[in-house]
């Protein structure tokens, strides 16, 4: 990081542009040089950090000291950190492309955090007009007309989403629509921004989130591989009921499988959040056989407090 902080206040040489890339384990950023960080962020400083092998869940077997899940909440504080969770491939090219943009195009005093994992997982092409939303925070990678629910999820819990819609589709007959959510920070900074805006008389534009989301009452179910205050800091914005999932507590030694749910962000444990919510106050008992079938441990002590 500190090669990183000099380079990065160098952007030419021998007359061409450059912009330092610093790859590295996601947990061994934010968490363990958090000051450097803040020092190359006053330097005004620009470049790509790439935490790889990011989440709590995708870096299985290495337990407490190497598992992320706070890197993206540490990154929000820094204002002129922009940061991303992507999924797919397509996805990091196009925040790549926008960062050069932004960094040399616009000569713009800020440097990007975008984390990836090590799955190995398809890749599939960009859905046409995606590209505005995988920049702003979130785009509709499974559309559904009238869906019952929406599932918001990012980096490889989007994977566990995907899953989750087609089990309620399987078992209970629920519509779930499926949104990749590229970065749940920059979704809450504009959410912030365009209430102060509507606050002080400026503009009474929405905030992106809410946008995206109008026009129905389905509940949302929000993931990520990080704590959940990542995901919870767009709830102020989701114009429907929304429920944030996340992997609070310490890494452990396990398979990504067992991880997930024991952190309850697993395909079965969306589904279910998904369905409880749309059952709330009305047949508990069909919420209780569903995580029977699901063959979910509904007693099992809170992942933050083991």
């Not at 363990?32 to 400083?45: E, F, S, T, Y």
């Not at 040399?104 to 505005?132: C, H, K, R, W």
């Not at 310490?250 to 279910?272: H, K, Q």
């Amino acid at each position: 990081i500190a090669s990183w902080t000099a380079a990065a206040t160098s952007y030419s040489v021998h007359g061409t542009l450059m912009l330092p890339f610093y790859i590295y384990y996601s947990m061994f950023g934010f968490q363990r040089i958090g000051d450097l960080i803040w020092a190359a962020a006053d330097q005004r400083a620009r470049g790509f950090l790439i935490g790889a092998t990011s989440g709590r869940t995708t870096l299985a077997g290495e337990g407490l000291q190497h598992q992320d899940g706070n890197s993206h909440l540490l990154a929000s504080t820094v204002p002129n950190c922009v940061s991303y969770d992507p999924a797919y491939a397509y996805e990091v090219a196009v925040i790549m492309q926008d960062g050069m943009r932004r960094m040399l195009g616009n000569n713009e005093d800020v440097f990007y955090y975008v984390t990836v994992s090590n799955e190995n997982d398809a890749q599939p092409s960009m859905p046409d007009g995606a590209e505005e939303g995988i920049k702003r925070g979130m785009y509709c990678l499974q559309p559904q007309e009238n869906a019952d629910v929406r599932l918001l999820a990012s980096g490889p819990i989007l994977k566990e989403a995907i899953a989750a819609a087609a089990l309620l589709k399987e078992k209970q007959g629920i519509n779930a629509e499926v949104w990749s959510v590229t970065s749940y920070t920059e979704l809450s900074r504009d959410g912030v921004a365009a209430q102060r805006d509507e606050r002080l008389g400026v503009d009474s534009r929405q905030p992106f989130v809410t946008q995206q989301l109008a026009g129905s009452a389905a509940p949302v179910i929000a993931a990520s591989d990080y704590v959940r205050a990542v995901a919870d800091s767009i709830r102020a914005f989701v114009p429907a009921a929304c429920v944030t999932l996340g992997t609070d507590g310490f890494g452990r030694s396990d398979t990504r499988a067992n991880l997930r749910d024991f952190f309850e962000v697993d395909a079965r444990w969306i589904a279910y959040t998904a369905f409880n919510e749309l059952m709330r106050g009305k047949n508990p008992e069909a919420v209780k056989q569903f995580a029977q079938e699901l063959d979910l441990d509904l007693s099992k002590p809170l992942p933050a407090s083991v």
